[in-house]
Nanobody, 116 residues
Framework: QVQLVESGGGLVQAGGSLRLSCAASGIIFSFNGMNWYRQAPGKQRELVAAITSGGITNYADSVKGRFTISRDNKLSTVYLQMSSLKPEDTAVYYC??????????WGQGTQVTVSS
């Protein structure tokens, strides 16, 4: 059974930082690319950052230079370090992976709120 469990969200002032974590189980973590998505109220879910099994990263333009995705294969955990946070970063952040290019899994989400 695949499980993705996010943690690390919270309330932070604009300009502050947070680190999100996503612990995975039920998959061979090192084989899988991992992604962070977010969904703000009234908006579609959007891809924020991605990291391949080989460690290649990609970011949405809106977070480039402010967010860093990383992974620890020994801990089966993917991280999202968020800095210089803006009120528009407020959203529920979700961890995501696709196994065998076919089965998509989501975590339960963690709320990030950035106050101005």
């Amino acid at each position: 059974q695949v499980q993705l469990v996010e943690s690390g969200g919270g309330l932070v002032q604009a300009g502050g930082s947070l680190r999100l974590s996503c612990a995975a189980s039920g998959i061979i973590f090192s084989f899988n690319g991992m992604n962070w998505y977010r969904q703000a109220p009234g908006k579609q879910r959007e891809l924020v950052a991605a990291i391949t099994s080989g460690g290649i990263t990609n970011y949405a333009d809106s977070v480039k230079g402010r967010f860093t995705i990383s992974r620890d294969n020994k801990l089966s955990t993917v991280y999202l370090q968020m800095s210089s946070l803006k009120p528009e970063d407020t959203a529920v952040y979700y961890c995501n992976t696709k196994v065998y290019q076919k089965y998509t899994y989501w975590g339960q989400g963690t709320q990030v709120t950035v106050s101005s």
